[in-house]
């Protein structure tokens, strides 16, 4: 059986506490945490750095294996990602991390790495709110390099989630 492992954005994150409150939708916050919990919930460290809200700052705290310093491999990664898709590092963004290219270099990563396994049945799967409409965005760039993307409503339907 195939597990997923989920890949998570910044815009995931916050569109859950912005869809999604904790206080009105408990279990969406459950399963998240289960997830994690799990291994299956994670992100480069850089997605950590765009939590800018006290509440998600706050979710996060007791969550460090969750967030992955990246390796060489990773950097080496974001660098020919970055080659070919520049505008992936958003200089406008005043100060902010440019998680983007991180996040498809984690996914590519961990994904070479599976395929070296003999007995492979992890799937690496970013999860973004940015739309899959736009050249520019995560979902195009990560679908070249041959990684599939969804959104907060995919997983849940992914994992069979009911509310």
Known sequence: MRKYIY???AS?????????PANTFPSVWKNMEKLFKDGRLIAPDEVKEELLDDELKKWIRNKKKMFIKPDLEQIKMVKEILEKN????KPEKPG???ADPWIIAFAMVLKNKEKQSLF???EYIVVTEESKLKSNRIP???????IESINLKELFQKEGWRF
Do not use: C, H, T
């Not at 195009?140 to 041959?146: E, H, L, R, S, W």
């Open 120 to 122: 492979s049945s992890k």
């Open 96 to 98: 902010g991390p440019n």
């Open 86 to 89: 520049p505008f992936l590092a």
């Open 12 to 20: 995931s994150i916050i569109e859950m506490k912005d869809r999604y």
């Open 140 to 146: 195009a760039v990560a679908k070249n390099y041959g």
């Open 7 to 9: 890949i998570i954005d």
